[in-house]
């Protein structure tokens, strides 16, 4: 922790200074990728704080996700800033209307919040004589949430969609009747959503004054990071926090705005001058990030960038050594390129890479389960959803209710206290084999054992009363693990190695950005996940999704050079990797190895290779046996907390029920069953197979 405020000054060049140093009153960073801007704004806050200038407490600091507001309380605690409040706007807003809740809703507690509009809104829909699926579903939500986030009622729908540009789904006027029938709906069932809270928080400052002298004496100077992603309706509640005052510091990168398709708009960071006259503004262009190559591919991103926002793109200078170029990797499918990815992920953490500092992002989540799946093969840990709700799981609770309950001798040495309540629970200080579920929660308690080889000197309760402080903070952690994350919710935070998947057309730009600024909205995701890299950046497509498939076009925003630049010497190629040796060899070997073995043709669709006949052919699947694998690994899940399809797939347990394998030779030629299943589960199996009962199985395990 720096132990001066000098020494928070000591880390930063002149424009962070001059941005850390300002005086309170408005201030506006306006910079590119891996500059410090939120070096800056934490260390200004930090500066402040430190020096007396303002309270911790009363200083709120928002930004968009909860990975971005943790981290933020990470910084600041190391800064020794703790008892800043770094909350996500929804965090924020929830959190002050659940308090005021009483006063707000006449005494009761506050409505019950929905957490996703897709019945409501088919529900809407249909009464507005709609027939609808998932996807019409999904882009109605989309428009009624730009409507909300923009302040927009269902009779202003249609004019404003048109000035606006949008191309809903149907016809402006159908929308706003659903829009209409959804907020009916809505309250006849006594709910609210996402943006009706932080609606009601907005208007429980500015239609009472009791709640606003509260709100307004707690909170006295804000911070908001990535400001180009503000909408209107967070914009007003930042308003209303703010009342006639103005210590108000603001951050962003243009070049970054990627939720303008809900209504965010890059207008309020361009515009801060003229709206806070006074303002001071700070432009920052060295990037402490990244490599030279991974900057290099960078501003070659960005250069190609169109449209409105593009004139505010600012090159950037890395700062750092230089480092590997970045790699671009071309698959025959999505298994054989997140089979090599996690390969990959091996190699980097055997050289000495741990595990946190590496992450796979995509555009969709739906990507990620190949990619658990694949780096469970491998035995690499990966942590998914990020580590917000890190104090919420069940293992960490359960830990912290073994430590709070275990009675040792005051004088023991706190890490062996804390290894030993622990293994009460069933925790050992050596890593379960592989990856998956179970060693997600293994590394998750074993944070809590490292936190305590930190903080040696601590009592048992001194650690528990701490381990409260921070779960009170949300103060997380670090647990090992590589990140599986989307890249929107990736923003603002950096890894050593960076793997970008998943990048063919359809998929980044997604396939429902249609209008040009959409696409453009798709580039700028891209150059974040891109600048999200320190060192390695990987970028990979497969050509078809399963194996066999459709073969789809590599991205667009891929690079295959960038523009040359004599004056700096660059011109760095991106060549493309027609296909991957691995990859070739991969699928060479299974379509050698796997015919139908009803006809004895060649096998090239996924599915049917697992199955290791055409689908086509007649099955000899044993019914019997199928339903007790099916069992077994429902049980089998249930008790390991993991998705079945983890253990196995649907696919490869009908092969097994078709197959009976009787020895684990005969197992280990199933596709989908590798070394590392065939060591956790071959003998379940071979004994389902052999006749066992489920529950004989369970008996013996116990
Ligand atoms: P993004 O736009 O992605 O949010 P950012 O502008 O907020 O990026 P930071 O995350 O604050 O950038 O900083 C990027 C990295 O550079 C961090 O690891 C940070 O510690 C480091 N860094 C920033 N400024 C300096 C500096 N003056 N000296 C050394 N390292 C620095
Ligand atoms: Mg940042």
Redesign the pocket.
Known sequence: MADSSDEILA???RD?SVAVTAPAGPLCIL??????????ITHRIAHRVRSGQVRARHVLAVTFTARAAAEMRERLTRLGADGVQARTFHAAALRQVRYFAPRLFSGREMPELLDSKARLVTFAATKAGLKTDREVARDLAGEIEWAKASLIEPDDYAAAAAKALREPPFDAAMVAKVYAQYERAKRAQGLIDFEDMIRAAIWAIEEHSDVAEQVRAQYRHFVVD?YQDVNPMQQRLLDAWLGERDDLTVVG?AS?TIYSFTGASASYLVDFKRRHPGATVVR?TRD??STPQVVGLANAVISRARGELSRLRLELVGQRPPGPEPTVHTFADEPGEATAVAARCAELIAGGTPAREIAVLFRVNAQSEVYQEALAEAGVPCVLHGTERFFDRAEVREAMIALRAYRGSPADDLVETVHAALERTGWRPEAPPGGGAQRERWEAVTALVNLAEGMPALSLPEFNTELQRRAALQHVPTVEGVTLSSLHSA??L?WDAVFLVGLCEGTLPVIHARTPDAVEEERRLFYVGV?RARHTLWLSHAAARQPGGRPRRPSRFVPTAAPADPASGAGARYPRRPLDKAAVAGRARRVMAVSCRVCGTGLVNGADRKLGRCATCPSDLDEELLARLLDWRARLAGIQKIPPFVVFTDVTLSAIAERRPARREELAVIAGIGPRKLLLYGDDVIALVGGSSVEALARDRA
């Open positions: 880390g930063l060049d962070q910079a590119g990728a891996g500059t410090g801007k939120t070096r800056a990535e990168d970054q920052l402490y990030r923003k603002g950096e600048t």
